[in-house]
């Protein structure tokens, strides 16, 4: 049997605005400094390496995975010991991927977290033990080295159809697994000039983070370069001074206001609408249209006796449509994310609904916030 769906129509009517109507404000909210900017210069790095996880128990790469055993007789052969690539065949063992963030500041000697990731069709990393491994950055240059006992978050049990999974058991983590090698930090005692970015750009952010800054030192020294970035002149400052500086302004508060912003997943069907988010006056039209085709096998047989008739299979296929009457949402100027959610719920519409729907506010001129599908 075999069927094949046909849903959705939607038609959104934008409707003239009412008169005097209009749009809440925007609330404004506090936060410190800290939590709406970065330091310019002061991030984490990205790392990478390729290594293998030995000790499995049977759980690891097949045959077909050939890198695994060509990685192991290069490890073997940096060891002084020499094996054909072809006459290798162990299961124990796990071609992999290590992955880590380089935090700002770290020395040599820093300890940090790694993610091993398998890359062939190894069944489990559990109980596994990461070889040495070097970590590299974006220019090719080894930053960190990592070798451990992996900790797994799940398990795999079983074979064929007779088998469980639990969770994702070839992801492993090694906590404090990977030791600093090269020294990346940023001397802040050699800067003239200090850059924070906002997270999300606004002028009015950047201008009320500029004038705390020049409440709190006395002087006029930060400025708004643009909607990101508010500049700080470090040079009348004393050597030294600028750590002292960064922890004295990074946790003023200061007023902002986040953009509106509806954020779509159409994958998974999630929609995440913000509380300031307003609609402009429309109508919602919303209507089902289902087409279900359904196929069943018959045998058809001959008669008794019959010299020339055969048996032979026959495809019986039936047709079915249902249509709903069209359904409809009236909505105001100035209407709230909570006036639209009981309008859809009320309509029935699930949550695919909901994305086409916004979608189509969206290019009819009444959703008035950014519209963001992931």
């Known amino acids: 049997m075999t069927?094949?769906?046909?849903?959705?129509?939607?038609?959104?009517?934008?409707?003239?605005?009412?008169?005097?109507?209009?749009?809440?404000?925007?609330?404004?909210?506090?936060?410190?400094?800290k939590e709406i900017a970065t330091i310019e210069g002061v991030r984490a790095n990205p790392l990478i390496g390729y290594g293998i996880v030995v000790g499995l128990?049977?759980?690891?790469?097949?045959?077909?995975?050939?890198?695994?055993?060509?990685?192991?007789?290069?490890?073997?052969?940096?060891?002084?010991?020499?094996?054909?690539?072809?006459?290798?065949?162990?299961?124990?063992?796990?071609?992999?991927?290590?992955?880590?963030?380089?935090?700002?500041?770290a020395r040599p000697g820093t300890r940090i977290d790694v993610t091993i990731s398998s890359t062939g069709d190894a069944k489990s990393?559990?109980?596994?033990?990461?070889?040495?491994?070097?970590?590299?950055?974006?220019?090719?240059?080894?930053?960190?080295?990592?070798?451990?006992?992996?900790?797994?978050?799940?398990?795999?049990?079983?074979?064929?159809?007779?088998?469980?999974?639990?969770?994702?058991?070839?992801?492993?983590?090694?906590?404090e697994g990977a030791s600093v090698e090269r020294d990346t930090s940023l001397d802040l005692r050699q800067l003239k000039r200090l850059s924070f970015l906002l997270r999300e750009p606004d002028f009015s952010s950047a201008r009320n983070i500029a004038n705390a800054i020049n409440r709190e030192l006395g002087?006029?020294?930060?400025s708004v370069i643009d909607s990101r970035r508010v500049e700080i002149n470090a040079d009348s400052l004393e050597a030294g001074s600028v750590p002292a500086l960064l922890a004295?302004?990074?946790?003023?508060?200061?007023?902002?206001?986040?953009p509106s912003k509806v954020v779509v997943n159409e994958r998974t069907g999630t929609v995440v609408m913000g509380r300031d988010v307003s609609?402009?006056?429309?109508?919602?039209?919303?209507?089902?249209?289902?087409?279900?085709?359904?196929?069943?096998f018959q045998v058809?047989?001959?008669?008794?006796?019959?010299?020339?008739?055969?048996?032979?299979?026959?495809?019986?296929?039936?047709?079915?449509?249902?249509?709903?009457?069209?359904?409809?949402?009236?909505?105001?100027?100035?209407?709230t994310v909570e006036d639209l959610v009981r309008g859809l719920q009320a309509i029935g519409a699930t949550a695919r609904d909901i994305v086409a729907i916004l979608q189509a506010l969206k290019a009819a001129g009444a959703l008035q916030a950014e519209l963001e599908v992931i």
């Open 3 to 33: 069927a094949r769906r046909a849903i959705l129509f939607v038609l959104i009517l934008a409707l003239p605005a009412q008169a005097g109507a209009a749009a809440k404000d925007t609330p404004v909210r506090e936060a410190r400094i």
């Open 57 to 105: 128990n049977g759980t690891g790469d097949r045959r077909q995975t050939v890198f695994t055993t060509q990685t192991l007789a290069s490890v073997l052969q940096r060891m002084g010991v020499q094996i054909p690539t072809a006459s290798v065949r162990v299961n124990n063992v796990a071609a992999v991927f290590v992955t880590a963030s380089l935090p700002p500041f």
């Open 125 to 175: 990393l559990e109980g596994g033990l990461l070889l040495l491994t070097p970590l590299y950055g974006a220019d090719g240059q080894v930053y960190a080295a990592a070798q451990g006992p992996l900790t797994v978050g799940g398990y795999a049990a079983g074979l064929g159809a007779n088998s469980r999974t639990v969770n994702h058991p070839t992801v492993g983590r090694i906590p």
């Open 219 to 222: 002087k006029d020294l930060a």
């Open 248 to 258: 004295r302004v990074e946790n003023l508060f200061v007023a902002f206001q986040s």
């Open 279 to 296: 609609l402009g006056a429309c109508s919602i039209l919303h209507g089902t249209l289902s087409i279900e085709i359904t196929t069943d």
């Open 300 to 335: 058809s047989q001959p008669a008794p006796l019959s010299p020339q008739g055969q048996t032979m299979v026959v495809p019986q296929t039936t047709l079915q449509t249902k249509e709903t009457p069209a359904r409809r949402v009236e909505l105001s100027q100035g209407a």
